[in-house]
């Protein structure tokens, strides 16, 4: 019997690490050929070899997505070796935290470079491959998942720019799933609350410090029960769609 992606592609962005990665093993479990696009090659490549491994078909693209000619460089690299997309998981992001007063400018432009930018240069490049794969593919429908955050849904003291970069994420998501509804281009958004991943590792240790006491305490998500979020939501039938998603862990108020 065939997986429910066989014949199809996925691209993941920020596939080098944590949920990401997970997706695009996950995907590729289900029968996806699939793309890899982050700016670490060597992990990617020796992602690409599990993946292999396992049974399963991979690309590593190295890119910067928040450059507008790499994300179209990575989307098409993708469909030449592949001749097609049916799937989009816009996950790449940053969580780079702290009080607005006297905030370093700099951590703001890079979280919205890769939250928003990344998202919408990739979103922009893929979504020709993927009204095609809606009308002619295998499954006739195609998807994009676009990883927000607990962070969209709610504000809070100290996020204030990741609030905004992922308030974003969830409004342009809804819009572009409206847009797109009558060609079966299923757009939805998930959002984690705390996962173990990389994203706190990236703050400063004050922010740590206020942080890792609640992930120490807490059982928390992993980077799979997020893909397994993913897998459902491009596995249901064409006739389904899922435009919002929320995963917590059932800990965290």
Excluded: C
Aim: charged share 20%; hydrophobic share 45%.
């Amino acid at each position: 019997m065939a997986s429910k992606l066989t014949g199809t592609v996925a691209l993941v962005t920020g596939a080098s690490s944590g949920i990401g990665a997970a997706t695009a093993r996950l995907l590729a479990q289900h029968g996806a050929q699939v793309a890899l696009v982050a700016r670490r090659k060597d992990r990617l490549d020796g992602l690409v070899a599990e993946i292999e491994q396992d049974g399963g078909t991979a690309l590593a693209v190295e890119a910067d997505i928040t450059d507008p000619g790499q994300a179209r460089a990575a989307v098409q690299q993708s469909v030449d070796r592949f001749g097609r997309l049916d799937t989009l998981v816009n996950n790449a992001g940053l969580m780079l935290l702290g009080p607005v007063v006297g905030a370093d400018l700099g951590e703001w432009e890079r979280m919205i470079a890769i939250n928003v930018q990344g998202l919408l240069h990739t979103t922009h490049a893929a979504l020709p491959h993927l009204l095609q794969a809606a009308q002619e593919g295998p499954r006739r429908v195609a998807d994009i998942v676009n990883i927000s955050s607990i962070a969209g849904r709610q504000a809070s003291s100290g996020y204030g720019v990741y609030n905004l970069t992922k308030f974003g994420v969830n409004g342009f998501t809804e819009s572009l799933r409206q847009e797109l509804t009558q060609s079966h281009v299923r757009v939805g958004v998930l959002e984690p609350g705390a996962v173990e991943s990389e994203l706190v590792s990236h703050n400063n240790a004050e922010v740590r410090s206020t942080i890792e006491p609640f992930l120490e305490r807490t059982e928390i998500l992993t980077a799979h029960d997020i893909a397994d979020g993913v897998a459902y939501m491009v596995t249901r039938p064409r006739h389904t769609a899922v435009g919002e998603l929320w995963i917590m862990p059932t800990e965290q108020a």
